[in-house]
């Protein structure tokens, strides 16, 4: 934060605005980066020793870095505005000198800041929120303000740097439907679920889709994503359906004949920028709304949560677009019977429950008191690990990934590991210490940089939940992996089935 703040302090325009682009992904050079690099390094570069290094080092733009001849030019290093727009202004046959002169004018640290940029994967731990979470911290401006006006403003976001140092007035961005701070909710513990009052809560089912907020302004339609991204293109069905002149807050889900369909998937529809007739077709989305952030140009957020749900139910009545409806409000007159609703859950495909206070107004971020979600406890099971790959960034020396199987019976009847899943996380940096010197010493096969182990470690894994699935081996996908504990007592002979994996499917 502080290293953030005093950069935007410090730096002219409109190079702090091109990098608070790369922090937020605001930067799209669309460049064949790959075929590029890899032409220029043929007449640098031995390509087995490239290859050899790449393995060891686990990430393609450090690898370059090093590896890239030093020319010693003594020239200055380029601006950050000077290379973002060169780029952005040359023709594609351009590219290639132009990146080999920056290359030639840098050290390796700066080589792989250049790459980095280039490819848009910085990878430095710094969430878009985080970055303009920098920008309130400096000027002193409320976050929710800057979210605002974000969606309005393109880099290398001048106007919004001279508002922030008080010499400019707030960017305007019309009546465009722009993306408003969503709230959020806190975990609920049991201190805090003891002391909900079933006359000043209401409850609602905690459906698994992604969070998504949807705006027909001004003659325009989007869809957002909970953190702001522009998911329009991926989920045209459902945008064409918009009204004018509202801002709705839901749940987006693939549902088919009234039915919510696995998480699964919903995300085959996700993280694309357009898609075909046939997935339309065969994945319809849907919105599940919660909340009603604007009717015309009234601002409801100031209003409580029931009048804002009355006004959504009767908006709805009236309008009734296609593929949407509201989410039902839970009724219960005591913490037992809201029990009972969540101990429910599992089985009918639910992910929990929802509480909000009758009376809360819809505070951007994640005000505490107010909203709260209560989780299904995660499934477990214990799977037997089987393949290990190196991680990226500081962990491109360690055997980080890991893919874990349970057993089944083989076409010869014997038992056999399958893979059903695979996680990165849940474990501490003195445990990933023992499991990268556990790997290297139970390597039994190598395709290339993914190694094959005995199957003598036991995790124990838990999920959000398992989904059928065609393309893995198992037939089985599980949601949100993690490794929850090594067995290091547990003999791998003791490991879960697949048959008790798919026991756990809820069609």
């Known amino acids: 934060m502080r290293l953030m703040a005093d950069y935007f302090a410090a730096t002219p325009d409109p190079d702090r605005g091109y990098?608070?682009?790369a922090l937020t992904d605001g930067l799209f050079f669309r460049l064949p980066l790959r075929r590029i690099l890899t032409e220029m390094l043929g007449t640098r570069v031995d390509p087995v020793l490239f290859n050899l290094s790449r393995d060891y080092v686990g990430d393609t733009a450090e690898t370059i870095a090093l590896l890239w001849p030093t020319t010693h030019e003594g020239k200055?290093?380029?601006?950050?505005?000077?290379?973002?727009?060169?780029?952005?202004?040359a023709a594609p046959a351009e590219v290639p000198n132009l990146l080999a002169g920056w290359l030639d004018r840098l050290d390796?640290?700066?080589?792989?800041?250049?790459?980095k940029l280039l490819t848009g994967a910085l990878r430095v731990g710094v969430s878009a929120r985080l970055a303009k979470t920098a920008l309130a911290e400096w000027s002193g401006t409320p976050l929710a303000d800057i979210e605002e006006v974000w969606h309005g403003l393109t880099p290398p976001y001048v106007a919004l740097f001279v508002w922030l140092e008080g010499s400019g007035a707030r960017p305007e961005t019309g009546v465009t439907p722009v993306f408003r701070p969503l709230m959020l909710s806190h975990a609920i513990d049991d201190r805090e679920l003891a002391g909900i009052d079933p006359a000043e809560f209401a409850a609602e089912w905690k459906w698994d889709g992604i969070r998504v907020q949807a705006s027909h302004q001004g003659g325009e339609k989007r869809l957002f994503s909970r953190t702001g991204d522009d998911i329009s293109g991926a989920f045209p069905d459902v945008v064409a359906a918009l009204p004018e002149g509202v801002v709705l807050d839901g749940e987006l889900l693939?549902?088919?004949?009234?039915?919510?369909?696995?998480?699964?998937?919903?995300?085959?529809r996700l993280n694309r920028k357009t898609v075909n007739a046939a997935m339309l077709k065969s994945h319809p989305a849907h919105i599940r709304l919660y909340d009603l952030l604007f009717e015309g140009d009234e601002d409801l957020r100031p209003l409580p949560f029931a009048e804002r749900r009355a006004r959504l139910e009767a908006w709805h009545m009236t309008h009734a677009p296609n593929r949407t409806d509201v989410?039902?409000?839970?009724?219960?007159?005591?913490?037992?019977?809201?029990?009972?609703?969540?101990?429910?859950?599992?089985?009918?495909?639910?992910?929990?429950?929802?509480?909000?206070?009758?009376?809360?107004?819809y505070i951007a971020g994640r005000p505490k008191g107010h909203w709260y979600k209560w989780k299904r406890a995660p499934l477990v099971i214990d799977a037997v690990l089987m393949y290990a790959q190196r991680g990226s960034g500081k962990r491109s020396s360690y055997y980080s990934d890991y893919t874990f199987g349970a057993w089944r019976d083989g076409e010869n009847g014997e038992p056999e590991l399958v893979p059903v899943g695979k996680s990165y996380f849940g474990f501490t940096d003195d445990e990933l210490r023992q499991l990268d010197a556990f790997v290297r010493n139970h390597t039994v096969d190598s395709f290339g940089p993914v190694r094959q182990v005995e199957p003598r470690l036991v995790f124990e894994v838990a999920f959000d939940s398992v989904h059928r699935s065609t393309r893995h081996k198992s037939g089985v996908a599980m949601r949100f992996p993690r490794i929850h504990r090594i067995r290091w007592d547990k003999p791998a002979a003791e490991a879960d089935r697949l048959e008790t994996l798919t026991a756990m499917i809820v069609d």
Not at 332 to 352: N, P, Q, V
């Open 19 to 21: 990098a608070l682009a």
């Open 108 to 115: 390796a640290t700066g080589r792989w800041a250049l790459l």
């Open 254 to 268: 693939v549902v088919r004949g009234g039915e919510v369909a696995p998480f699964n998937d919903l995300q085959q």
């Open 76 to 89: 200055a290093s380029p601006r950050l505005s000077d290379i973002v727009e060169a780029v952005q202004g």
């Open 327 to 361: 989410s039902d409000v839970i009724e219960f007159a005591s913490i037992a019977e809201l029990e009972a609703l969540w101990a429910g859950a599992r089985a009918t495909g639910i992910e929990g429950l929802m509480l909000k206070r009758r009376d809360s107004p």
